[in-house]
């Protein structure tokens, strides 16, 4: 158990977890866990009360769904789902995107559409309504923070890839997530496997 400042700072810890127990061995696996800490209630005493899973609908996705409904199961809270596509703007810069609109609809709508289509799914498969599963066109970290403000949820669960520079502690999404958020983060290392 980690007690946070009362100013709602993150820091982080090394800690210790254990993966395995066979008898008298236990294995343990050394990790870096970054904490960002908000305000508790005075009612919060065990678990949380609403857990909001943020994914990019990528196949990793369900490692962050599957630590956010381990948790929320914990204390019996409320479980949301959250992904945000990028306009086209902001992930191809000025480049003229015109030619890319198809019969009428632009690659923003048809990349919308695709994202509700696959939070419904992710949704249905981990008993999330359709009210509680959520789709933006926008910026991640601040359309997140801002969903999360609304719905009153005290916990954000983001994956994170962490394999270089300022990303060995973070990835850019998780770290703007964390600044400004009013609740609880946890950055879920996202398990990769080595391609040959």
């Known amino acids: ?3 946070c400042p009362a100013g709602g700072r993150y820091s982080v ?8 127990c066979s008898g008298k061995v236990r294995i343990y696996r050394r990790s870096l866990l970054a904490l960002a800490c908000g305000k508790r209630r005075k009612d919060h005493v065990m678990g949380y009360h609403h857990v909001l899973a943020a994914v990019d609908l990528s196949e990793e996705a369900a490692q962050v769904l599957d630590k956010a409904r381990d948790i929320a199961a914990v204390g019996g809270a409320t479980l949301s789902v959250v992904s945000v596509v990028r306009p086209i703007l902001q992930v191809y810069g000025a480049l003229d995107m015109a030619p890319i609109a198809m019969g009428g609809v632009s690659f923003e709508q048809q990349a919308l559409e695709q994202a509700i289509a696959q939070i419904r799914t992710l949704g249905a498969r ?13 910026t991640p970290a601040a359309d ?31 770290n703007a997530i964390i600044h400004g958020v009013t609740c609880d983060v946890l950055a879920v290392r996202m398990a990769f496997e080595k391609t040959e």
């Open 1 to 3: 158990m980690f007690s």
């Open 13 to 20: 810890v090394s800690t210790a977890f254990p993966i395995s």
């Open 126 to 138: 981990y008993g999330i309504p359709e009210s509680r599963a959520h789709v933006f066109l926008g």
């Open 144 to 174: 997140v923070r801002a969903l999360a403000s609304r719905i009153g949820a005290d916990l954000i669960v983001v994956g994170t890839h962490a394999r270089h520079g300022l990303g060995l502690l973070l990835g850019s999404t998780a």
